[in-house]
């Protein structure tokens, strides 16, 4: 029987680490096992807004991953949630995108979201907090990983 694929959410650098020297390798191996149908992806409709000034080749990729997943959109749930990590101290006001690109993640159930974003997203101190304000909201835990740390190898 097929595993399922892993719904993931990819935030914004996870589309420019595919054209960055030291994350390139790992992305683009990342996208190729999205493309074997080892992932499902979510897209924000933030993480679009971000990248429609992005380089030409970090656009076109984006648009060529959308069939690959869904697109999300922020609700009032994730609003809130949003709000209630940036009241627990996890990030500040100034760092309100990234604390929506988790509560987006969280609220659509996905299974991980991958980030190369080392300061707000993918950090040992704050992955427990977000599944701690999670817990408390009555939301399951999220795994956050780099996009190295999730790719599949041959058995």
């Not at 509560?103 to 040992?124: K, P």
Request: charged share 15%; with cysteine; net charge negative.
């Amino acid at each position: 029987m097929k595993t399922p694929p892993f719904r993931v959410y990819v935030d914004t650098c996870v589309f420019g680490g595919a054209f960055d020297v030291e994350f390139a390798t790992a992305t683009q191996t990342f996208f190729a096992q999205v493309r074997l149908g080892r992932f499902s992806l979510v897209v924000s409709a933030l993480v679009q807004d971000e990248i429609a000034t992005a380089p030409l080749p970090v656009r076109e990729l984006m648009e060529e991953m959308l069939p690959f997943g869904a697109t999300a959109f922020p609700t009032d749930e994730a609003l809130l949630l949003q709000a209630a990590y940036i009241e627990a101290g996890i990030l500040t006001p100034r760092w309100a995108d990234d604390a929506l690109h988790v509560a987006m993640a969280t609220v659509q159930n996905c299974d991980i979201i991958v980030s190369w974003n080392f300061q707000h997203i993918v950090h040992f101190q704050k992955v427990p907090r977000y599944n701690a304000v999670n817990t408390l909201k009555g939301y399951g835990p999220i795994a956050i990983n780099t996009p190295a740390e999730v790719l599949g190898y041959e058995e």
